[in-house]
């Protein structure tokens, strides 16, 4: 277990996700539910659909016409010229404009396990969609909301970004090397089963310095066939993930976990399936941390439980 850094650019956060699916228009109708808006080069006849959050950025959500299968996600890099280095290696593509609303410049790799990978810079960021905050909380100690009454919309929850991705990979220490000489990352929690020197995998933050960063931006889990074990996408907070709940059990969505708090990251999470079986969640309230936090070593149980609600579906 080691944060030694050989980098080739530093990723800052997840930019969007790449999916396709045999229906466009029932994939539109669950983004609407999960909380996010469909957009401009969106249409039922079309061959791709794009969805947004309320976070600012020009789209979060890629959906092509085909087979269910996850395709791929991207990563905003903090400068252009990490696109130039990395268009360099192998395999990778040349720079190219993004295919999706909003402008801005991609290079495509595609990792160890055949997934393709976007580094992306210049995506413009527009927070004219945000949206006041809740009324303040009343705790026993702490009394901030006074004479205003809590008056909650129902609907969905308003998603703001992508917070994390989760991968399924065959070879943990392959892909964990692939993914942090070219993004930067940085372990927070590596996980073992069984003995400490057996690690099936991690929680891996983005390294921006003194700047608080999410526990993890992605978690790859080893011994698997490639794929997606699921996407996070963060709303503002415990109200807004239960609205979330509320309106996509009474839209008659599939639930998957939740709600519960997480141990690992802290989060309170709710997940989801979309209409083609993908795990989607909802969370909120992560852990925050910066560069000079030290790599973790935690085992496989803790991942699985949680500190309240139930465990992961076919755990006791």
Same mark, same amino acid.
């Given at each position: 277990? @080691? ?22 228009? #029932?994939?539109?109708?669950?983004? @609407? ?9 969106? @249409?039922?006849?079309?061959?791709? &659909? !794009? ?23 991207? !990563?905003?890099?903090? @400068? ?12 990778? $593509? %040349? ?9 801005? %410049?991609?290079?495509? &790799? ?37 004479? %205003? ?27 964990? $090397? ?6 930067? !990352? ?51 907070? *415990? ?8 309106? &996509? ?7 998957? *976990? ?45 991942? #699985? ?12």
């Amino acid at each position: 277990m @080691s944060n030694t850094r050989d980098v080739l650019g530093y990723a800052t956060e997840v930019a969007y996700v790449r999916f396709s699916v045999p229906d466009l228009a #029932l994939q539109r109708d669950f983004l @609407s539910d999960f909380g996010m808006t469909t957009i401009d080069g969106s @249409s039922d006849d079309g061959t791709k &659909l !794009f969805a947004r959050g309320r976070g600012g950025r020009a789209f979060l959500y890629q959906a092509e016409l085909g087979a269910p299968k996850f395709i791929g996600l991207g !990563f905003q890099m903090s @400068s252009r010229e990490e696109l130039d280095l990395l268009s360099g290696l192998e395999g990778a $593509s %040349e720079v190219r404009p993004i295919e999706g609303p909003g402008g801005g %410049e991609y290079v495509r &790799l595609i990792d160890p396990n055949g997934i393709e990978v976007d580094a992306v810079f210049g995506q413009p960021f527009d927070p004219i969609e945000l949206i006041d905050p809740r009324p303040p909380m009343n705790t026993t100690e702490h009394k901030g909301r006074l004479k %205003e009454p809590v008056r909650l919309k129902a609907g969905p929850a308003c998603v703001r970004r992508v917070g994390h991705c989760v991968l399924e990979v065959r070879d943990f220490r392959i892909s964990e $090397s692939w993914y942090k000489h070219r993004f930067g !990352f940085l372990t927070s929690d590596e996980i073992y089963a069984g003995e400490e020197t057996n690690a099936i995998g991690a929680f891996m933050r983005c390294d921006l310095g003194d700047t608080p960063t999410d526990h993890h931006t992605l978690f790859l889990i080893g011994g698997r066939e490639p794929g997606v074990n699921h996407v996070a996408f963060e709303v503002d907070d *415990w109200d807004t993930v239960m609205l979330g709940h509320d309106h &996509l059990k009474n839209n008659g969505h599939e639930a998957h *976990w939740g709600v519960g708090k997480h141990i690992l990251g802290s989060q309170v999470f709710d997940y989801w399936k979309d209409p083609f079986g993908n795990v989607v969640e909802h969370y909120t309230d992560g852990d925050l941390f910066t560069s000079e936090i030290p790599a973790n070593l935690e085992p496989v149980d803790k991942l #699985l439980a949680v500190q309240w609600g139930h465990n992961m579906p076919g755990q006791s």
